[in-house]
């Protein structure tokens, strides 16, 4: 019984992490200040195979998750509907912006990536 | 582990690099012949082009030339969508609409849309581009087509600027606190279990035999500090010792949430999945006596001495804080256990939650016996090696269930009734009674492990016979059963299982005038495997699945090979499923992109051409 309940533990704290978007990126900064963490920014649109493709498959994977939720305050801009804050480019999407609390840009990635290609974007990432 | 970091580094460094929109599409116009005008858009690498998002325009509607009629070149379907995957090769018939001679300048307005099937949509494109041709050769005949034709039926969005318009909407920050963040957790229901689970096994550790014997002379060492011996000041004491000895505890499982943090994606890795696994079965040896691990003595010494040398409270603050790092023989591996175990979930917040509520759990008993000065106490006895033995099979279980991560199904059923086995036997199972009475508690003890191995052997002969569901161990046999009457229908197709697009192509070319199923499949893709177990396995689905030829491709490499399907078919990444027709040709219209159903899959199976 005891075994099972361990068991249990270890699987219900894995569904613990779930990508909690912030719900703008003035919020997403201010929450990165506070949470020590550094800010993701994903650009999309509407009718965009590859935005589809992060958001129903790779940001499903737990362990993407787990490194999101752990180092980032992940924000959703739609190039089309929102504003894109300035000095935020791309040339299509998705488009990654990776910035630390303060708004500095540490990172840009053009396009969609496999599991393994974003895990490794993620962790090129300077820690905060 | 650096290596490992190193690794994924350099992934990304393989990574695909884009065209600028500029190399993606590169739109030009030609004369085609005396009255006709050709667009082309010529295409990079990987780019197609949304029918629907395609434009043109007669860009100046006074200059007495007009479009006739637009036509462009065959689309094909892409993912649901109309695209042109080379040039659309825009026709454009002019007309004049008044008297002109010479050469004239025609200005086209062009507008269009596209992405790369290796992951980019590009943002919509205008241009204006440009053309002389001479009046004298058109035709003169008047018209009332409208001049803005458009590439298709579907209406088409007007094209938004590329710099977004700065609006000045000032959204209020929402700002997500931390305490936010605990009370989502708590809803999540699953902190609870934690907490509770943790509790129950500091209570249990603190029943071992290396423990128990120990908490009537500490609790007297805390009374002795406070120098009254009331029942409240009692019971106040006790507690500062639980609560000192808790913060220490509390900070170990920060640590171990925080250092964790770092290692993530590490945790993932199948080699260090089975080290893991392997540090588990260490650490119940030591609960079986098998070795024993503690503290070495001089530590164990220092500290005592450190913590004794205070008096009145904060002596038994100092006492407890110390204590905790004087770990004894018994509490050290499940402690090291459940540790390791706050790491993986690199949660420092869930960690001293979980250590504090372990190391409450713990001092519980040490509260009861100091309160009431040890006249309230259980019985020490052979139960709490019992108790020992418990927290072992616990160690040993964590162990199976992690390398069941690493290893198929079968295999961890097999491990599972191992385990099942031994301990039912060790508890007795096949021990003769003896003079024990009925329904004495040996009697009792000796059923349940005799149910605990009937558990057991079967997920062992199940398992040996392939089954993979533990609730069903005997599964294989009636299907088997059922199978020998039903005829051999009931064997299925498997995946040929291949990694290159050259083998797929070979594959195509064999099976010409039959369907073909190919599957894209990668270990470090999650749903992949929720699709193997859930979808691939259902009967109903493998049924419709025999109709096909099935292929399954792997990616798990994600090498250059591996990256050439990406190229080839478009598909950004596993899990993604491509159907063929009987002629070798992809039905694009077909696709699918990540997990589904086995209803899903049942109905889009059926659905096939």
């Not at chain 1, 496999?114 to 300077?126: A, E, Q």
């Given at each position: 019984m005891s075994k099972v309940l361990w068991a249990l533990t270890l699987i219900a704290s894995c569904a613990l992490a779930e990508i909690k978007w912030a719900p703008s990126y003035d919020a997403a900064l201010v929450s990165a200040k506070q949470e020590k963490k550094n800010v993701m920014v994903m650009l999309s649109k509407e009718g965009c195979p590859a935005c589809d493709y992060m958001e129903n498959v790779v940001f499903e994977e737990r362990v993407i998750e787990d490194a999101i939720t752990k180092g980032f305050i992940p924000v959703h801009i739609d190039v089309h509907t929102?504003?894109?804050?300035?000095?935020?480019?791309?040339?299509?999407?998705?488009?990654?912006?990776?910035?630390?609390?303060?708004?500095?840009?540490?990172?840009?990635?053009?396009?969609?990536?496999?599991?393994?290609?974003?895990?490794?974007?993620?962790?090129?990432?300077?820690?905060? | 582990m650096r290596f490992l970091f190193l690794m994924f580094f350099s992934m990304t460094l393989f990574g695909v690099s884009f065209l600028q929109p500029e190399e993606a599409f590169k739109p030009r116009i030609s004369q085609i012949d005396q009255d006709t005008i050709g667009i082309d858009i010529d295409l990079g690498e990987d780019i197609y082009l949304y029918k629907n998002k395609l434009k043109v325009e007669d860009a100046n509607l006074k200059d007495g030339i007009d479009f006739k009629s637009v036509r462009m070149g065959q689309s094909v379907e892409?993912?649901?969508?109309?695209?042109?995957?080379?040039?659309?090769?825009?026709?454009?018939?002019?007309?004049?609409?008044?008297?002109?001679?010479?050469?004239?300048?025609?200005?086209?307005?062009?507008?269009?849309?596209?992405?790369?099937?290796?992951?980019?949509?590009?943002?919509?494109?205008?241009?204006?581009?440009?053309?002389?041709?001479?009046?004298?050769?058109?035709?003169g005949v008047k018209t009332t087509e409208p001049s803005v034709i458009k590439a298709d039926a579907i209406a088409v969005k007007s094209v938004k600027p590329l710099v977004a318009e700065e609006k000045n909407e000032t959204k209020a920050p929402v700002i997500t606190s931390e305490t936010d963040k605990i009370a989502s957790v708590i809803q999540g229901g699953s902190i609870w279990l934690i907490i509770i689970s943790f509790f129950g096994f500091g209570l249990l550790l603190s029943l071992t035999p290396c423990v128990f014997p120990m908490i009537p002379i500490?609790?007297?060492?805390?009374?002795?500090?406070?120098?009254?011996?009331?029942?409240?000041?009692?019971?106040?004491?006790?507690?500062?010792?639980?609560?000192?000895?808790?913060?220490?505890?509390?900070?170990?499982?920060?640590?171990?949430?925080?250092?964790?943090?770092?290692?993530?994606?590490?945790?993932?890795?199948?080699?260090i999945i089975t080290v893991f696994a392997l540090i588990f079965v260490v650490l119940s040896l030591s609960m079986f006596d098998v070795y024993e691990l503690q503290v070495p003595n001089f530590i164990q010494s220092r500290i005592s001495r450190l913590g004794g040398q205070k008096g009145g409270i904060i002596g038994v603050a100092l006492m407890g804080f110390f204590s905790a790092l004087i770990v004894g023989p018994c509490v050290a591996a499940p402690l090291a256990g459940a540790l390791i175990y706050i790491g993986q979930t690199g949660d420092a917040l869930l960690g001293g939650i979980a250590l504090f509520t372990l190391s409450i759990g713990m001092g519980v008993p040490l509260l009861i016996v100091g309160t009431t000065s040890g006249k309230f106490m259980p019985k020490p006895g052979m139960w709490m090696d019992a108790v020992k033995a418990i927290f072992g099979v616990m160690l040993l279980g964590i162990a199976i269930w992690m390398i069941g991560r690493v290893l198929d199904e079968n295999t961890t059923l097999l491990l599972w009734g191992g385990l099942a086995v031994f301990v039912a036997i060790n508890i007795g199972a096949l021990e003769a009674l003896g003079e024990h009475a009925a329904w004495s508690a040996r009697a009792n003890i000796k059923a349940l492990a005799f149910m605990i191995l009937l558990y057991g052997v079967s997920l062992l002969v199940g398992g040996m016979a392939g089954a993979h569901n533990p609730l069903h161990p005997l599964e294989p046999f009636i299907q088997s059963k059922t199978?020998?009457?039903?005829?051999?229908?009931?064997?299925?197709?498997?995946?040929?299982?291949?990694?290159?697009?050259?083998?797929?192509?070979?594959?195509?070319?064999?099976?010409?005038?039959?369907?073909?199923?190919?599957?894209?499949?990668?270990?470090?893709?999650?749903?992949?495997?929720?699709?193997?177990?859930?979808?691939?396995?259902?009967?109903?689905?493998?049924?419709?699945?025999?109709?096909?030829?099935?292929?399954?491709?792997?990616?798990?490499?994600?090498?250059?090979?591996?990256?050439?399907?990406?190229?080839?078919?478009?598909?950004?990444?596993?899990?993604?499923?491509?159907?063929?027709?009987?002629?070798?040709?992809?039905?694009?219209?077909?696709?699918?992109?990540?997990?589904?159903?086995?209803?899903?899959?049942?109905?889009?199976?059926?659905?096939?051409?």
């Open positions: 929102d504003k894109v804050p300035s000095g935020l480019g791309f040339i299509g999407t998705p488009t990654f912006h990776f910035l630390n609390a303060s708004g500095e840009k540490l990172k840009r990635h053009d396009g969609g990536a496999n599991i393994p290609t974003f895990m490794g974007i993620l962790n090129s990432v300077k820690k905060p | 892409h993912g649901g969508e109309q695209v042109f995957l080379t040039s659309p090769a825009i026709r454009i018939d002019v007309i004049k609409k008044s008297v002109l001679n010479g050469d004239q300048k025609v200005k086209v307005n062009l507008s269009y849309q596209g992405c790369s099937s290796a992951g980019l949509c590009y943002e919509p494109q205008d241009t204006t581009l440009e053309i002389v041709i001479d009046a004298d050769q058109l035709d500490i609790s007297s060492v805390i009374l002795a500090q406070g120098e009254g011996i009331g029942t409240k000041k009692a019971f106040w004491l006790s507690l500062v010792y639980v609560l000192s000895m808790a913060v220490a505890y509390t900070i170990a499982g920060v640590l171990a949430g925080l250092f964790g943090a770092n290692l993530q994606a590490a945790f993932q890795t199948p080699w199978g020998a009457i039903a005829s051999a229908d009931t064997t299925h197709k498997t995946f040929e299982k291949i990694t290159s697009t050259e083998e797929l192509d070979a594959i195509l070319a064999e099976n010409k005038g039959k369907p073909v199923m190919v599957d894209f499949y990668a270990d470090w893709c999650t749903s992949c495997k929720e699709f193997e177990e859930k979808t691939f396995s259902d009967e109903a689905v493998k049924i419709e699945m025999d109709k096909l030829v099935l292929v399954q491709v792997n990616l798990t490499a994600n090498d250059d090979a591996a990256k050439a399907f990406t190229k080839k078919y478009g598909i950004f990444g596993p899990p993604a499923i491509l159907f063929f027709d009987e002629t070798g040709h992809l039905q694009n219209d077909a696709t699918i992109v990540g997990f589904k159903e086995p209803k899903e899959l049942l109905n889009h199976l059926k659905g096939l051409k």
